[in-house]
């Protein structure tokens, strides 16, 4: 009889959290490094997402309630790889840029690495949003001494150390939520530029002065949160 031996894991597994995304989704899937896993998180589109994600061999993942924190989150936990990979769904960002990223926590030179945006057109960061993510970066490093530039979601950690975080958040706060308390637990973050390209499609959240101010309120409160001490690396 002849023995079938499954494929190894993937060494990344990469979380994108999508919300009505069908336009970009196959230029990003194609973008994901060969060998890791592309997890897409179903947040309640109606465009077809989830068929375009399952159609290109994406792990389809539902999180029906809605939020940016909850979309994550659900990637996270249904991630298997040691390291795990965010990024935006939205064509903004390339997965193919991942390794550069994820390369420091691989290596084991540091714990969370987060992608500074570069804007490559002024399109891409409208001027409100960029401020106001600049606003919150000082604010974290009055609140955690970390000296980042930028909150931006393409980021990468080990996963059971993520989950060590017990993150709370299920809205805007998220991404912020997880460097306090990586910062609170003494991990080492650091940042590595990367492109920042216009969207493809209509912004849900810092594309609009709305979201831009939901993203700052919900971050704001992370920010009043009080310290949390003794989480793993």
Not at 32 to 49: L, Q
Not at 69 to 84: D, F, K, S
Request: charged share 20%.
């Amino acid at each position: 009889m002849k023995c079938v031996t499954k494929p190894p894991p993937a060494p990344v597994d990469v979380v994108l959290p999508c919300l009505n995304e069908a336009a970009a989704l196959p230029w990003v899937l194609e973008r994901v490094p060969p060998g890791w896993r592309a997890i897409v998180v179903d947040n309640g589109s109606t465009d077809g997402s989830a068929r375009i994600a399952a159609d290109a061999g994406a792990l389809v993942v539902d999180a029906p309630v809605r939020g940016f924190g909850a979309a994550c989150h659900a990637g996270l936990l249904a991630a298997t790889a040691e390291v795990v990979c965010f990024c935006d769904c939205d064509a903004s960002l390339d997965p193919g840029l991942l390794p550069a990223v994820a390369g420091p926590v691989l290596a084991g030179t540091a714990d969370l690495v987060l992608g500074r945006r570069r804007p490559t057109t002024a399109r891409a960061w409208p001027p409100h949003a960029r401020l106001a993510n600049l606003q919150l970066a000082r604010l974290l490093r009055r609140r955690t001494g970390l000296r980042l530039h930028d909150l931006g979601p393409m980021r990468a950690a080990r996963r059971t150390a993520l989950l060590s975080l017990d993150l709370t958040d299920r809205r805007s706060g998220y991404p912020l939520q997880m460097v306090v308390r990586a910062a609170d637990a003494g991990w080492r973050v650091q940042e590595t530029p990367v492109p920042y390209a216009p969207r493809t499609g209509r912004s849900k959240v810092t594309g609009t002065w709305r979201g831009t101010w939901h993203a700052v309120r919900d971050m704001s409160a992370v920010l009043r949160e009080p310290s949390a001490a003794g989480v793993a690396r």
